[in-house]
């Protein structure tokens, strides 16, 4: 269990977005791209009546829905759970802030890269037992730092597996091919760091891998 509220993966728990706060959140999105009600349910495959139900906080989208939302608005899905603010040279979150995204069997944490001048994104991954990062291996620009907080996390970075127990860490060039896995028996938790990556890049929503419908 994790010590910080309960993750429903059917539905999202609202740690820190309310059902209208989200909701206003993605009309401001739409409205922002110029996009009608309907042709947001075209490009999302969902209905115009599903949509007007979120946008007025009367229901809780699930994470697929979530997801479909944010490949049709071309997003990442953590601009539905932030705010729109001008990048910041000094950042300082306490231990219950920051955009939290619920995951297929885990919970993202971002610790305000996406706010930060700089390229870098801290996060933190809490994942259940036999959690991972989908099918597809990760390939993107910059560095990435992975630091095991606590379970056991695998790592595969170009065929070659390491297995990361508490207090251990791993730096590679993240142009290699990588992928994680809960491979213990309990939650595990794990702090990454990406650097250095292309100004237009988003390697962190490669960490937010879409549920399986």
Known sequence: MYNRGTIHFGRIAMYNKKPDELGERLRQLRQ???YSMRHLAQA???????LSMIERGLSSPSVSTLYKLADALDVPVTKF?????????????RAQEGVRVPIPRGLWEGRGGERFVGRVEPFVLRLEVGADSGSTLMVHTGHEFVFCL????????????????????LL???????????AGKVS???LIVLSGFEPNDQPAALHLHKPVD
């Open 32 to 34: 922002g791209r110029a």
């Open 44 to 50: 999302s495959g969902l209905s115009a009546n599903a």
């Open 81 to 93: 759970f932030g705010t729109e603010q001008e990048p910041q040279q000094v950042i300082f979150l």
């Open 150 to 169: 606590a379970g056991t996390i695998e790592y595969e970075v170009e065929q070659h597996s390491y297995m990361l127990n508490p207090g251990d860490s």
């Open 172 to 182: 590679f060039a993240a142009h290699l091919a990588h992928r994680w896995r809960n």
């Open 188 to 190: 595990a938790n794990l």
